[in-house]
């Protein structure tokens, strides 16, 4: 079973999800596959908090948005509504009734998948709700890169109205897989600090492991970067590993 990651910090992790700066960063590339996609539906699995759910809903597209946790579904809801967007509690591995044009998993949600299996079976149902040259578009970190196995933290904040979050990323690689520790303190003042931590293991999936999956699930591998920016892909220098699936 996929893990049911971020269950109880919805709000806290969207704070520190990218908002803006992540759309400019990754919206002309998204916006051109949907622009060479059959349908302007869009199945945005692992959704989040919904930012690329909304993005798509204001872009013209009829959008599912689907995400193992209830409660970052219920966030989603409150903060993103738009009339073209349809929110669901969903696993990635078993989507929605299309047909789509376009279907995505972005921001490394691949990796909370436990075996290669469970990627196979999600690559397999996602092409079958996928229309004829529907695409498929995939962001995951590039575990090949060695900076990514070694151990690491990240500490950001985020302001909010009556106070501020501290976010700790721990990352902790062994073997093909990193526990990532993420611990967040909520900061009012007079009042004591509330701490939620929650503990995930994320696989470390490679450019084989999801060639060998799209291939058996019917899909053409049209495209392979390094990032949302056009860079070339390179094994061992590049931060992500973004890939452009055709269903054939």
Not at 80 to 89: A, G, K, N
Request: hydrophobic share 40%; charged share 25%; with cysteine.
């Amino acid at each position: 079973m996929s893990q049911q990651a971020f269950i109880d910090s919805a709000p806290w992790y969207d704070a520190f999800s990218g908002g803006e700066k992540r759309l400019v960063r990754e919206g002309p590339f998204l916006l051109r596959a949907l622009s060479d996609a059959p349908l302007l539906r869009v199945l945005d699995t692992a959704c989040g908090t919904g930012i690329h759910a909304l993005f798509f809903a204001e872009h013209g597209a009829e959008v599912t948005a689907c995400d193992l946790s209830s409660e970052m579904i219920r966030h989603a809801r409150a903060v993103r509504p738009h009339p073209r967007i349809i929110y669901e509690v969903a696993d990635m591995r078993t989507p929605p009734p299309g047909p789509f044009g376009l279907a995505l998993c972005l921001g490394n949600s691949l990796s909370l998948l436990p075996c290669n299996e469970d990627v196979r079976t999600c690559f397999k149902n996602t092409a079958k709700v996928l229309a004829p040259d529907g695409c498929f578009v995939l962001q995951l970190l590039n575990y090949a890169n060695p900076v990514l196995l070694e151990p690491r933290q990240r500490t950001e904040t985020a302001k909010f109205d009556d106070g501020e979050v501290l976010a700790r990323k721990t990352f902790t690689p062994g073997g093909n897989r990193t526990i990532l520790l993420l611990e967040y303190t909520v900061k009012r003042p007079g009042e004591p600090d509330q701490i939620t931590a929650e503990t995930v293991c994320l696989r470390h999936w490679s450019r084989e492991n999801l060639h060998d999956a799209a291939h058996a699930a019917g899909f053409a591998v049209e495209m392979v970067q390094g990032g949302f920016d056009g860079t070339p892909y390179d094994r061992e220098h590049s931060s992500d590993l973004v890939m452009l699936l055709r269903r054939v």
